[in-house]
T-cell receptor
Framework: KNEVEQSPQNLTAQEGEFITINCSYS?????LHWLQQHPGGGIVSLFM???GKKKHGRLIATINIQEKHSSLHITASHPRDSAVYIC???????????FGAGTILRVKS | NAGVTQTPKFQVLKTGQSMTLQCAQD?????MSWYRQDPGMGLRLIHYSVGAGITDQGEVPNGYNVSRSTTEDFPLRLLSAAPSQTSVYFC????????????FGPGTRLTVL
């Protein structure tokens, strides 16, 4: 079983819809990262979470450390939000980020 | 700041050839790492470094070497390229804390024939 599981793998939404992407992990962590990768593009960091909730524009990320679960929400989705969203965690052993397989999001206009 | 830079952006190699993928950062980050990204799979760690002169293996180190002679540079060497090394390679850097923001380079798309 992968240490980091994301769901769904693929998501298609209509413009304006509220979107939720989930990330579950099986190890204790001190930080969880959400990353975004546009088609053919580089990878950018969206959020780092160690507890609670963070908001940046239309993006909201939450984490429940006890339940080992994080969610990334996009409000009022737009076609430019179409990208791969990646969850990554630092397990307690060594300095190694472990990544989920990513969620491919397509927002249609 | 230029951030994290990688060269080349694209490369085609023949089986058995060697080459070096370059990675540099100008943010004085101690932690640098190399990942490969394959279709349907998450990013996988190849090698990483927590400072000049210190490197360690990641999840998929076979066929790759690294060195870290300066804080800024972290080259990845393919010793004898194989078709299984066809992939997109990303370099990343950050501070040493797990909570530090991760900065990624633009990637190198490598094809081994």
């Amino acid at each position: 079983k992968n240490e980091v599981e994301q769901s769904p793998q693929n998501l298609t939404a209509q413009e304006g819809e509220f979107i939720t992407i989930n990330c579950s992990y099986s190890v204790g962590i001190s930080a969880l990262h959400w990353l975004q990768q546009h088609p053919g593009g580089g990878i950018v960091s969206l959020f780092m979470l160690s507890s609670g909730k963070k908001k940046h524009g239309r993006l909201i990320a939450t984490i429940n450390i006890q339940e080992k679960h994080s969610s990334l929400h996009i409000t009022a989705s737009h076609p430019r939000d179409s990208a791969v969203y990646i969850c990554a965690v630092f397990p307690p052993y060594g300095n190694k980020l472990v990544f989920g397989a990513g969620t491919i999001l397509r927002v249609k206009s | 700041n230029a951030g994290v830079t990688q060269t080349p952006k694209f490369q085609v190699l023949k089986t058995g050839q060697s080459m070096t993928l370059q990675c540099a950062q100008d943010m004085n980050h101690e932690y640098m790492s190399w990942y490969r990204q394959d279709p349907g799979m998450g990013l996988r760690l190849i090698h990483y470094s927590v400072g000049a002169g210190i490197t360690d293996q990641g999840e998929v180190p076979n066929g790759y070497n690294v060195s870290r002679s300066t804080t800024e540079d972290f080259p990845l060497r393919l010793l004898s390229a194989a078709p299984s090394q066809t992939s997109v390679y990303f370099c990343a850097s950050s501070g040493l804390a797990e909570t530090d923001t991760q900065y990624f380079g633009p990637g190198t798309r490598l094809t081994v024939l």
